[in-house]
Each structure stands twice: as C-alpha cells, then as structure tokens.
C-alpha cells in the first residue's frame, strides 16, 4: 500500500509537470528566400517584407497562410522510406569558366544566376530547368538553415532552384501546381576549407551592398551539393518567402555540406541588407504539416522497422523549436527573440497546451479522488480489520497511462 501511495504521488506529479510545459509556445523563427522580386511585385501589393516581419507576411501574400508551406521540421522517424523514388540526376552542372555567372545579394539572400543548361534530368515526372542558387544562414551564435531535423537547425543551406521545362522561365512556372523542384543542402561547418565554395565565397566582399551584383566564372556547381545525393527527403511544398507559392517540389538531402567555420562566418558577416545591417538570420520558421507526408529514398540505419508510419504527427512539425544543436553553434541565447513570430504556429501551441491542461487538470482531481477514497477506505479497514488478513482485496485505483 506503500508502494500505491508512491506510484500515486509520482503520477500527480507528472500531471502537474506536463500540464505546466506544454502550453509554451514554442514557436521559432524567421525564414527565408526563394524567388525573385519579379514574383513579389507580381502576386503582392506591396514588394516589401522582411524576416522580422514572417507572421505577417500573410496580409500581403496571401499564399503564406496556405497549408502546404516550406520549410517543415522533417522528422526522420515519421518519414516514409519509399524505394521507389527515382534517384536525382544532373545534367550541365559542371560549367565552363568562359561562362559568366551573376553574383547579387538582392537584400534577402546571396543568389547566383544559373544558366538553363543546367538541368535535373532524372527524378521527376519531367526534366526540370536551373534558374538559380542560393544561401540561407543565421549568425555565429544562430544557426541558420530553413528546414529542420527532428527539430534541429543547420548552420545554413543551399537552395538550387528548378523550374520545370514545360513553362518559359521561372516566373511563368513559379505559379504552377508542378512548377518548381529545388534541391536542398544543409551546410555544416568542418575541419577544412572547402574549395568549392570558394568559387562563390571569394566574391562576396564585392557584393557586399545591398542590390549589388558581379560577374564570376563558371565551375562546377555539383560541388556545391552533398558528395551523396541518393539519400533525400521529398515532400510538397513552397516557396520560403513572399508571394510562398504552394508549387514546390522538394528534395533535401540527408547528407550535409561542410565548410570551414572561417567560410561560414564570411557568408554570415559580409553582407549588408540596407544601410549599416547586416544580411543574417534571413530564414522561415519551420511551418506545420497539415497532414503532409514526408517521404525518404533511403532506409534509416537503425530505425526500427524501417518503413515508419508517417503522417500521424502533424502537431509535431513546425513546433521542435529547439535551436542550437548541430556544430559549432549552440547556446539558446537567441532563443527569446525568436519566439513569438509566426503566429500561426503559437495559436496552434496554445490551443494544444489548454486542451492537455484541461485533460491533466481533470485526470488530476479524478486521481486525487480516488486517492483519497482510498485512504478513507484504508483508515476504516485498519481500524476495524486490524487483524484481518484480507487487506490484499481492497480497492486500488489503478492510474491510466500514457494519456
Ligand atoms: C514531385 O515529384 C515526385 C516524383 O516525380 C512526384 O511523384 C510528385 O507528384 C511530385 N509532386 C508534385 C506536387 O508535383
Ligand atoms: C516568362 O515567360 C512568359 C510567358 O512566356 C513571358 O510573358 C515573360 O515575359 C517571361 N519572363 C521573363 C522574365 O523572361
Ligand atoms: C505531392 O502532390 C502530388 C500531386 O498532388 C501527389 O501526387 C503526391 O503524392 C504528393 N507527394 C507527397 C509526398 O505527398
Ligand atoms: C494561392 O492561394 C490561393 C487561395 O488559397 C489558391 O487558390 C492558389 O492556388 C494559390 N496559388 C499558389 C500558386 O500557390
Ligand atoms: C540523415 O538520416 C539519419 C537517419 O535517419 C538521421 O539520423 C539524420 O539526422 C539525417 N540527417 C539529415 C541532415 O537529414
Ligand atoms: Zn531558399
């Protein structure tokens, strides 16, 4: 009887805890860049929005509301190992330096111009056409990229950017259903240099104000992305800024990018976004599911049972705010002023949080009940049955779990 007593008091308390952390809005933080200006002036009234500004990014696009938004926290239990996805060929990546590529920070991120040699020929249900890359990043302290695994930011990642070759150019396809597939890459920091981002990096102090742009040569953007490119995650989506396009075929590759921490932190400090600031943190908070499937080609080692059953999670999407983490970045120092932007993804929180402290609440005093029927039962048996050897048959509430 001891013992129930125990288990009874560990349960309350549990109670109590849950019903207290949960309600937090975990919401997390700023966002991204995929299209041009050509599109925000398109769909938008106004062209202007800034990270900072993400939760309302929907009053002037509507789109940024819609349910199939990018990025997405991927969590790699939930996702769908799907062997039948087609393995991502490229085609055209390895230009020639005679070829001039342009080099601009548009305000929003670094972007290079991608000629339509360039193509993903393999992977989808057609040829897609390269139109464009670009970075998204954080600060020394932040770390940066859009997408999130289980829950984790990378220091940053690399967009390329594919439109599908049955439309003209990327704008007219940018609002197709099946318009666009981009390729993405977390970039994690090394032991080395890594030369091929040299190729961008060493440009950037002339690109450094903002609406600037330069010419530079041709190499081979394949070195840009993983060394492994058959393990990726597919899901729908969109486009990670204004107008957030819901026409995004996305690949992100499970196998990171390294650069040296001297590399990361150039992409970080050099570029300017207005006067005197400084282009960082120009990423999206991860944004919910709503019921979207997230699809694996590759089996993950160690995963019990392999093919996870997906799709049942949808809370658990955009909310694992958790920054810090992978290498080299860590402290949660950043961690206040990132709350409280998307809005949609607090609302969300705090609706699930008083519906488990009702449940806790409820579970609480209908425990707290039984307990105390219990030891009013208890003292009426002992005082009268002290000798009786029956007290193994009483009543003992038995708390529900996992609730
Ligand atoms: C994305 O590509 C896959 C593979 O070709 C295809 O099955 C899927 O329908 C595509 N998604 C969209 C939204 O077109
Ligand atoms: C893109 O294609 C559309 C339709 O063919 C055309 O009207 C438009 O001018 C093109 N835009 C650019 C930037 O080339
Ligand atoms: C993406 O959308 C396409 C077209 O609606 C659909 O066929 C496909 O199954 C979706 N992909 C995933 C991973 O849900
Ligand atoms: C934008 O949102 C509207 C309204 O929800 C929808 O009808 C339209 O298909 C969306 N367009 C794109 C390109 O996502
Ligand atoms: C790659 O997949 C493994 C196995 O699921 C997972 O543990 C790891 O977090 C993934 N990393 C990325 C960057 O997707
Ligand atoms: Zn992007």
């Known amino acids: 009887m001891k013992m129930q007593g125990k288990v009874l008091f560990v ?156 439309y003209d150019n990327l704008s007219e396809a940018a609002s197709k259903p099946d318009g666009l597939a981009v390729l993405g890459a977390f970039i994690e920091i090394g032991p080395q240099e890594n030369a091929n981002y040299d190729n961008v990096l060493s440009s950037l102090t002339d690109v450094s104000i903002e609406e600037s742009d330069t010419e530079i040569p041709g190499f081979n953007v394949r070195f840009l992305l993983p060394p492994n490119l058959d393990h990726f995650y597919r899901y729908n989506g969109s486009l990670t800024t204004p107008p957030c396009f819901q026409t995004v075929n996305w690949t992100i590759f499970n196998e990171t990018v390294k650069v040296s921490r001297k590399q990361l932190s150039e992409l970080e400090d ?29 089996e993950a080692l160690g995963s019990p049972g392999g093919v996870s059953s997906g799709g049942t999670e949808d809370t658990s999407s955009g909310k694992s705010s958790k920054r810090g983490a992978r290498l080299g970045s860590g402290e949660d ?26 449940v806790f609440g409820v579970l609480f005093i209908v425990t707290l009940l039984s307990f105390i029927m219990y030891m009013v039962q208890q003292r009426k048996k002992n005082s009268r049955l002290r000798k009786d050897t029956r007290q193994n048959v009483i009543y003992t509430p038995t708390p529900k779990e996992g609730v």
């Open 11 to 166: 349960f309350l308390l549990q109670s109590l805890f849950l019903a207290k952390v949960s309600p937090e809005p975990s919401s997390e933080e700023d966002s991204s860049s995929e299209m041009h200006h050509e599109e925000q002036r398109k769909s938008g009234s106004h062209g202007h929005w800034k990270y900072d500004d993400q939760d309302k990014w929907s009053l002037d696009f509507k789109n940024c509301s819609g349910k199939s938004q990018s990025p997405i926290n991927i969590d790699t239990r939930a996702a769908i190992f799907t062997p039948a996805l087609p393995p991502i060929v490229l085609q055209g990546y390895d230009l020639s330096d005679e070829e001039k590529l342009t080099l601009q920070n548009n305000g929003h991120t670094l972007q290079l111009s991608l000629p339509d040699t360039m193509r993903i020929v393999r992977g989808f249900d057609s040829v897609f056409v390269a139109a464009q890359l670009h970075f998204h990043w954080g600060t020394v302290k932040v770390p940066g990229s859009e997408h999130t695994v289980d829950g984790l930011h990378f220091p940053a990642e690399i967009h390329v950017v594919h439109y599908n070759s049955k």
């Open 270 to 298: 050099t570029l300017k976004a207005g006067h005197d600031s400084v282009l960082s943190k120009n990423f999206r908070a991860p944004q919910l599911l709503y019921g979207r499937r997230v699809l694996s080609s590759f």
């Open 333 to 358: 120092s950043s961690e206040k002023d990132l709350t409280d932007k998307g809005e949609e993804d607090a609302k969300f929180a705090l609706g699930l949080g008083e519906i488990l402290a009702i």
